[in-house]
């Protein structure tokens, strides 16, 4: 029986643009019994935590791969806050330039905006408009929980109060949001909400497009050791979780299901579910299908997260985006690598 629900809510999961609902396949497997509902996903959001194996190597970092991070402060900024809808503030390094175009930047997974001053220095030379590199809610210098939203779909509306707050500075100027990883997801949910008034073109840099993406590369396996990877997802919780929200109970949305492989002394190695679910859209495809406005993504050839050929095939296949593949550029690196800012400075110019 249990395997049969965890099967169940796997492809649930994995085909979320299917027809058929949860709460039905809950109502046929269950025969409408919310108690035993209630107690199945109770059960599976109590197993054990992901764990990590610790290592012993003491090793010097890539300097490449340590470059990438973007750790050095080049470019000169401002701090700048946004006050959203429930009185908190979004911390942003304002990049100023006197242009009524903006650029929107948003980071990573367990990053901030510190580590995005050279990408949002290269962006203001490439596109001369002014750039302002947010701090999602929990992360960097901007207020919240660590790793946690107060529900679903919260980054969004964060960023839709920003872009209004922009838009009554500059009402005629363009709007354009760019993220790398988990804020390209972010950029693509927020292309789902058709009630806020979208932005003149979207700049992803090796996005996360979605949970189901097929671009999503595990652990990378040797002929010796098998390399433990740098997150890891509690799916019979993820199962148990969203077999409650399917009933309408979203009490337990704060509890965990994305684990990082980062160092206790980092405060910010766990996601919710809900800021998990924030992060990016359910299902790739309906991602993709909802940008309806120019659209250019690039990613690295040697991206360590994603596999371009199948991130390709998937933007190539349900999006008009341009996409371009950096050579020799990392999953970091791609947002630093020169070649990049030469294909935004002239998609920018395109919509000029």
Same mark, same amino acid.
């Given at each position: 029986?249990?395997?049969?629900?965890?099967? *169940?809510?796997?492809?649930?999961?994995?085909?979320?643009?299917?027809?058929?609902?949860?709460?039905?396949?809950?109502?046929?497997?269950?025969?409408?019994?919310?108690?035993?509902? *209630?107690?199945?996903?109770?059960?599976?959001?109590?197993?054990?935590?992901?764990?990590?194996?610790?290592?012993?190597?003491?090793?010097?970092?890539?300097?490449?791969?340590?470059? +990438?991070?973007?750790?050095?402060?080049?470019?000169?900024?401002?701090?700048? @806050?946004? #006050? !959203?809808?429930?009185?908190?503030?979004?911390?942003?390094?304002?990049?100023?330039?006197?242009?009524?175009?903006? !650029?929107?930047?948003?980071?990573?997974?367990?990053?901030?905006?510190?580590?995005? &001053?050279?990408?949002?220095?290269? /962006?203001?030379?490439?596109?001369?408009?002014?750039?302002?590199?947010?701090?999602?809610?929990?992360?960097?210098?901007?207020?919240?929980?660590?790793?946690?939203?107060?529900?679903?779909?919260?980054?969004? +509306?964060?960023?839709? +109060?920003?872009?209004?707050?922009?838009?009554?500075?500059?009402?005629?100027? =363009? *709007?354009?949001?760019?993220?790398?990883?988990?804020?390209?997801? !972010?950029? /693509?949910?927020?292309?789902?909400?058709?009630?806020?008034?979208?932005?003149?073109?979207?700049?992803?840099?090796?996005?996360?497009?979605?949970?189901?993406?097929?671009?999503?590369?595990?652990?990378?396996?040797?002929?010796? #050791?098998?390399?433990?990877?740098?997150?890891?997802?509690?799916?019979?919780? $993820?199962?148990?979780?969203?077999?409650?929200?399917?009933?309408?109970?979203?009490?337990?949305?704060?509890?965990?299901?994305?684990?990082?492989?980062?160092?206790?002394?980092?405060?910010?190695?766990? @996601?919710?579910?809900?800021?998990?679910?924030?992060?990016?859209? %359910?299902?790739?495809?309906?991602?993709?299908?909802?940008? %309806?406005?120019?659209?250019? $993504?690039?990613?690295?050839?040697? %991206?360590?997260?994603?596999?371009?050929?199948?991130?390709?095939?998937?933007?190539?296949?349900?999006? &008009?985006?341009?996409?371009?593949? *950096?050579?020799?550029?990392?999953?970091?690196?791609?947002?630093?690598?020169?070649?990049?800012?030469?294909?935004?400075?002239?998609?920018?110019? =395109? /919509?000029?």
């Amino acid at each position: 029986m249990k395997n049969l629900i965890i099967f *169940i809510f796997l492809i649930f999961l994995q085909f979320g643009s299917t027809s058929v609902s949860a709460q039905s396949m809950l109502d046929l497997y269950f025969g409408g019994n919310k108690e035993s509902l *209630i107690h199945e996903a109770i059960r599976l959001i109590n197993l054990p935590e992901p764990t990590f194996e610790p290592t012993n190597q003491q090793t010097s970092p890539d300097p490449t791969l340590l470059a +990438d991070m973007g750790f050095e402060q080049v470019y000169q900024s401002e701090p700048h @806050y946004f #006050t !959203v809808r429930d009185n908190k503030q979004i911390f942003a390094y304002r990049f100023p330039n006197n242009s009524e175009n903006t !650029v929107i930047l948003i980071h990573g997974v367990a990053s901030s905006a510190y580590l995005y &001053n050279r990408t949002a220095g290269l /962006l203001q030379e490439a596109t001369e408009a002014e750039v302002y590199a947010i701090d999602l809610r929990g992360h960097g210098q901007s207020e919240g929980n660590s790793g946690d939203v107060d529900y679903i779909n919260q980054y969004v +509306d964060d960023l839709a +109060d920003i872009i209004q707050a922009i838009r009554k500075e500059k009402p005629d100027g =363009k *709007i354009i949001i760019s993220g790398h990883s988990m804020g390209g997801g !972010v950029a /693509l949910r927020y292309a789902m909400e058709k009630h806020y008034e979208q932005p003149d073109g979207f700049l992803l840099f090796a996005p996360l497009i979605g949970h189901n993406s097929p671009a999503l590369m595990q652990g990378q396996t040797t002929e010796n #050791t098998i390399e433990e990877p740098f997150m890891k997802i509690h799916i019979e919780r $993820i199962i148990g979780l969203t077999m409650l929200n399917e009933i309408g109970n979203h009490d337990y949305d704060n509890l965990p299901v994305l684990f990082l492989n980062m160092p206790e002394t980092i405060p910010l190695r766990k @996601y919710s579910y809900r800021a998990n679910k924030s992060m990016t859209p %359910d299902d790739y495809v309906a991602g993709l299908n909802a940008v %309806d406005k120019p659209m250019l $993504i690039l990613m690295g050839s040697d %991206d360590e997260a994603f596999s371009p050929t199948a991130m390709e095939e998937a933007v190539k296949k349900n999006s &008009n985006a341009e996409f371009q593949i *950096i050579n020799q550029a990392s999953h970091n690196g791609v947002r630093h690598n020169a070649q990049s800012f030469i294909l935004t400075k002239d998609w920018f110019s =395109k /919509l000029r």
